[in-house]
């Protein structure tokens, strides 16, 4: 809203702009930063001390010039004293991170689950969070700023609460809730936990982890068992009204296409998700993907059939928001030439009679870790908003 | 970005603070103000004065309390001494409207258009402009901020360039530029002029003279010839990385359904679009229009068919945006009961099962105004920004 005459929501916007300012342009000094937010010579300093002696800002040595005089300092993002962890909660699996504030990871940690209840999932996640904060703080001496989770349905930001999550049969679950209290009892409690879809935290760590300009609309679509996307526009994940937004994997491809969960036919999932694939294969969604990248002949032929539909989908989403740049990750996007190799020839193929050519499609920059990681920037950009 | 010290910069962001303070809480007084910003009561005078002075706000009587000393004056956005222009351009007809700020029209021009060549339809355009202009000018004595446009299709804000319109034949036409020449002959030189999407600018006019509150993501689907979709969220139009996000009369409902222009098959424009149904029936729009209200029972079940795929179109957009609400509007928005009320329906029928619900769905507050008034708000839009 307005600028206002509160001094400490002024030093607090003036301090996220100064982290990400330094973020972008590393080797900047305090004078740099002086010039250009308009702020007084010894505002920033005083600002860019705090930050030093919090962990965020770390000075290098100063170069040498030709001028006579104080040399100017180079600041940059200081990545050995804090840490952000990040969490990939899915169906059967939880997988832990834990990140320096560039995103390089420093601690990790995986799970399988057997079990999808409520109690036993949180209990792992938990676990495994605490097992990483523990390596990084008592280890690693870090400050941990707070976890980001990535999970597999619509999120409501402001309670933390998973709306559903169909894989899992999870309704209506206080995720943040929950795992704030198991890791209080851990030993780590009065930890910001804060959650998001997977997609729209694996959109996030493209943008917030990015090493050159991100162009927006970014659209991430997650290929994993199912399918979900993730925009990142204006500056922000586009969550919708009630963090549905994204929730691609219902689009309807085909009117009268396969029964889906959600009680509709020819939705995405049932014709492109990696669980629609190697069903029709009958075998699990890790053999699917070992005998695609063998080459048996089947498999390929099931991956070629999911690519074709796949193209639709991307298609879909390119009227619809017109993205910069899309990202494709998840296990399937490994997938190669029969599966997104084809997507993307068919998707060139069917617009190129068109003046308008798809945007460049690049893979998920962290692999199969990009939710993770992503939940580590989901950390980052709620702590240091962009202003 | 960061909090500067140029004055000057901020003295803007405060006037635009303010003026959408007031227009939000209409009869706050300058001690309002003051409290709910921050700044100064002298700061808050000085800016309202100026704002007074320039048109727009308004100081209504004193009210009368029981507290002894200066009573606080009301302030309100002022509806008498400035306007802003607005242009609906579609094929066949160009629709001029002057609002005042509250988005009251207080002046209005149409001509149908036989013409679609560039130089023909901005001549058409700018004159019926001037004619607007010279009636909020010269009889009402308003001083008019800029014109807005809702161009059918993507645009280029940056640039004002049209990048191409389908059914107007146009292909990287410099609308701004063409229009202020035109403007200039016609004595009103240096005219600020916005384009937009006729869609966007319509979503616009919904966010920017509501009445009421707007719950984000605003999704407005314009059931014209062609369709397309305007979408407000996070505090601006979603536009894209081209100008064309929104552009869902291509999204593909049916994969080998009729043949499109875009080269596809099964295109939303092809099976629910005004000009697909009353193709089916070898009418013209306005016939197909009359038949249906009168009840014919032909174009009753043409309707029908095509409000069948408008369920699916906004099952998809809902999925994809989660939209808090959204905005019929168009010609086609007038089908009642056999088209959008069926589309709606159906809708209510597919999502029975699931545990969520469509977001409430209304009707273009504007009418067949609603493009052009929406491009009004473009001006104010563009003017006053969002802080």
Known sequence: MAITGDQSFLKHINRM????????????????????????????????????DEGWLAEDDALVTGSIGRRPTPLRLDDKRLAMIGVDLTLGSVQVVATALTGEVVASSEQKLASSAVADVIGAVAQRAAEVIAEVSRVQGRRVLGLGIGVPGPVHEGSGVLHHAANLDWHNVPVRSLLQQALGELGWPQLPVFLQRRAASAALGEVEFATTTVEEPLLFIHLGK????????????????????????????VPDGPQCICGRRGCADTLTSLAAMSA???????????????????????????????ASLIHQLWLTFDPAQIVLGGIASRLGRDYVGLALQ???ERTANSRLQPPPVSVARFGTRAVAIGATALVFNQLVRPV
Do not use: M, N
Not at 231 to 239: A, P, T
């Open 17 to 52: 702009a100064l982290i990400r300012l330094i973020r972008g342009r590393p080797g900047w000094s305090r004078a740099d930063l002086a010039e250009c937010t308009g702020l007084t010579k010894s505002t920033v300093s005083q600002l860019v001390q705090e930050l030093i």
């Open 226 to 253: 199912t399918i979900g996307a993730g925009v990142f526009v204006g500056g922000r994940l586009l969550s919708g009204h009630g963090g549905f937004a994204g929730d691609v994997g219902h689009l309807q491809l």
């Open 280 to 310: 029709r294969l009958g075998v699990s969604d890790e053999e699917f993907v070992a005998r695609v990248q063998a080459g048996d002949e089947a498999a390929c032929a099931a991956a070629r059939e999911g690519g074709a539909y796949l």
């Open 346 to 348: 068919v998707l060139q």
